[in-house]
């Protein structure tokens, strides 16, 4: 079965721009989580989404927002990018948010100059 | 907010047990505590999972102390492909909160 979706694989941005980054789940599964990896901070949870609803929320500012489709794709959008966006965005897929496994994309690669 | 401890990092020796530590003192009765692992620039994949009693699947083995206050993630025939950074985590609320991990080196 496919896996976890993201697109696309390597972006570069200008400081000031805003970026858009796409992440499609396993089929059925309804939640989507999305993480930031930089080598300073590792892994730090942004928000999740189930059945189109922000169930969470991590302490990352407003610039970052996200919006899950009817079909549970979700996508991620940054705006007025900053040098210390730079960094490897993950998506993690699962069929419900608690007690199961998550799947995780290979990530998105950011990169603002 | 990472509400688990784990060693830096480890070594183990090609075909031994590898058993990685980790510590969630403040873990709470209805927390489930999962291991990922991630090799260099790849996506965390998931290993394993419990609650309370010990779990083993085709992967790994996941040992939980009574007190649950600590657990040791086991892989009992490491190979080189083994070698990667391990997570130990507890799942808060419906996020997953990652600490630094541990580098285990798989060596030959």
């Known amino acids: 079965k496919a896996g976890v979706t993201q697109t696309p694989r390597y972006l570069i941005k200008t400081r000031g721009q805003q970026v858009t980054l796409s992440c499609s789940p396993i089929?059925?599964?309804?939640?989507v989580s999305w993480y930031q990896q930089t080598p300073g901070q590792g892994l730090q949870f942004l928000f999740e989404?189930?059945?189109?609803?922000?169930?969470n929320k991590g302490n990352f500012p407003g610039r970052f927002s996200g919006r899950q489709f009817s079909n549970s794709r979700s996508e991620m959008n940054v705006s007025t990018l900053e040098l210390g966006d730079s960094a490897l965005y993950l998506c993690?897929?699962?069929?419900?948010?608690?007690?199961?496994?998550?799947?995780f994309g290979s990530g998105t690669r950011l990169t603002v100059v | 907010d990472a509400k688990t401890t784990q060693p830096p990092s480890m070594d183990c020796a090609e075909g031994r047990a590898a058993n990685l530590p980790c510590n969630h003192s403040t873990i709470s009765g209805n927390e489930y505590v999962y291991w990922y692992r991630q090799i260099h620039s790849q996506g965390p994949q998931y290993i394993i999972h419990g609650l309370k009693n010990n779990e083993t699947n085709e992967m790994a083995s996941l040992i939980i102390t009574e007190d649950r206050k600590s657990s040791t993630l086991i892989l009992p025939h490491a190979t080189l492909r083994d070698t990667a950074v391990y997570y130990c985590?507890?799942?808060?609320?419906?996020?997953?909160?990652f600490g630094a991990g541990t580098i285990l080196r798989v060596k030959s």
């Open positions: 089929s059925g599964h309804r939640s």
């Open positions: 985590i507890v799942v808060y609320g419906n996020k997953l909160v």
């Open positions: 989404y189930f059945s189109e609803t922000q169930r």
């Open positions: 993690a897929s699962s069929f419900r948010t608690l007690g199961y496994g998550y799947t």
